[in-house]
């Protein structure tokens, strides 16, 4: 069985490496994405393109080696080596440069995380497997067909599990799928006071006592189909509270309504009711 | 309780019952009469009626604030004092270990007498990563931020459209602006407002 394992080793790297070698060659953002990865930090800005291109070149010529048999043991050698490598580079990454990219399996900007060191882990462990036989993949498939398919498959979701630069191919669309199937944020409803809030700070009324007004929202009360807000304000030199009224039915600015009360003596020492609404032509503006 | 039914029953009636344009003082000045004084800060110092930081310690109606830059800021809290904590509350709800932002006008004590404070206040741009009962988790630049939806307290804006209590617009993947209200020292917030589009 591990013999038969082992010998599939090398099919699994070497697809790993073909793939990564094109994101590395093929990609015309490569430029981009390297400026994103630690390999800047590491080689400095004007080699880090042409490292990134090398080491693509290296990943498909050993990526392509170990896919064709028959597969010496230095090939296996060379490949552990290589996510040997890997490994290193993104323990680096992650300590130096923790924002930056890791630049591995896709062009897409995703940190390098502690998956990602996994999946070199993982194929650190395959190289190091491959390297206990020579017997080629193909015979190991031709004998045990069932078994030799499962393992590859399970080998290769494991490296697609451990990628996160590949979550936005399978795992958002399960999630989305869930939310579909549970709709777990339903249920909430009713006015917030933000939708107050807004409406009220459209309002004209709000336009003519806004300098007046000193804090933020200090209280707010739901009476009668009308929302109350209440603001600390400064009239004349006296302390003040600007109160608005807004309806909790009506959502145009027009309607809300403002009272500057003294906190002193309870007198009103303004008040501004709702405007109607301009009558004639009017341009109407829609949200974007 | 009675007072505060009385004071709102009191305000209630004066934002209701007025007369258009009539003042308890004559009548309804321009603008311009109410203009305040212009805020004057140099260009390049600090904003000297504005403060940040975790609160260190209460005493009375003072709060001890430790700046991110360990500055030592002393604001006082006020009877015309907003305080914001996911909505606007009172100074019972603040506690020692939050963070706050705080606007007013500075004493000549150095005092910062505070006319808002904004307690554990994030303001996060992120993607949803995935989505729970009531609750998101967030990417927030390779970052897990699990984001709590609280009933009656949580907004969605929409498009830019008015605010509304329902979630269920909000997509797996989708880029999210977040208002909330941190949890101190872990990775979690209450939604005050998602921003988002549909």
């Known amino acids: 069985m591990l013999e038969m394992i082992a010998a599939l080793q090398p099919l699994v790297v070497g697809a790993v490496l073909v793939w990564s070698a094109r994101v590395k060659l093929l990609n015309r953002h490569a430029a981009a994405t390297v400026n ?19 080491l693509g070149g290296v990943e498909l010529a050993l990526g392509g080696l170990l896919l064709l048999p028959p597969t010496p043991r230095w090939e296996a050698a060379a490949a552990t080596a290589l996510a040997g490598g890997f490994l290193a580079y993104l323990t680096y990454a992650r300590r130096a440069a923790p924002t930056s990219s890791c630049g591995c399996l896709s062009a897409r900007a995703t940190p390098v995380s502690g998956r ?52 936005r191919a399978w795992l958002l669309p399960l999630r989305q799928l869930r939310v579909r199937l549970t709709h777990p944020l339903r249920g909430n409803s009713g006015v ?10 459209l309002s004209d009324a709000y336009r003519r006592v806004a300098p007046l007004l000193r804090s933020d929202i200090r209280e707010h009360w739901d009476d009668g189909g009308w929302r109350f807000v209440g603001h600390a304000a400064r009239y004349q030199g006296r302390p003040a509270t600007a109160v608005f009224a807004v309806p909790l039915t009506d959502a145009e600015p027009g309607s809300v309504r403002v009272a500057v009360v003294d906190d002193a003596t309870g007198h009103t020492l303004l008040s501004l009711a709702g405007t109607p609404p301009a009558t004639g032509p009017h341009l109407s503006v829609v949200p974007a | 309780m009675h007072q505060t039914l009385d004071r709102r029953r009191l305000l209630a009636t004066a934002a209701l019952g007025g007369v258009v344009g009539a003042t ?28 940040e930081g975790r609160i260190s310690k209460i005493s009375g109606n003072m709060l001890l604030v430790t700046g991110s830059d360990t500055v030592l800021h002393s604001i006082r809290i006020t009877d015309g004092t907003s305080i914001w904590k996911l909505h606007p509350t009172t100074f019972d709800r603040v506690a020692v270990g939050d963070g706050l932002y705080a ?5 000549p004590d150095g005092t ?27 990417d927030h630049k390779g970052q897990r931020i699990v984001a709590h939806v609280v009933t009656g307290r949580s907004a969605a804006v929409y498009n830019g459209t008015p605010a509304v209590s329902d979630m269920s617009l909000l997509r797996v993947g989708r880029h999210v602006q977040v208002l909330g209200a941190w949890h101190p020292d872990t990775n979690e917030i209450d939604i005050a407002t998602v921003y988002a589009a549909a």
Do not use: C, K
């Open chain 1, 36 to 54: 994103r990865s630690a390999l800047v930090r590491l080689v400095g800005e004007r080699r880090a393109l042409p490292a990134y291109r090398l």
């Open chain 1, 116 to 167: 990602s060191v996994a999946r070199a882990g993982l194929l650190v462990a395959a190289g190091g497997l491959a390297a206990l036989t020579t017997a080629g993949w193909t015979a190991a498939l031709t004998a045990r067909p069932l078994a030799g398919v499962a393992v590859l498959l399970i080998e290769l979701a494991a490296v697609v599990a451990l990628s996160p630069e590949l979550d």
């Open chain 1, 192 to 201: 917030p006071l933000l939708a107050s809030v807004q409406q009220l700070q």
């Open chain 2, 24 to 51: 308890g003082l004559g009548s309804l000045a321009p603008e311009a009469a109410f203009a305040a004084d212009a805020v004057a800060v140099e260009p390049g110092m600090p904003d000297p009626n504005f403060a």
């Open chain 2, 103 to 107: 606007r007013g006008v500075r004493l």
């Open chain 2, 112 to 138: 910062l007498a505070a006319d808002s404070v904004w307690v554990n206040i994030v303001n996060l741009h992120a993607h949803i990563a995935s989505v729970g009962r009531n609750v998101l988790h967030l």
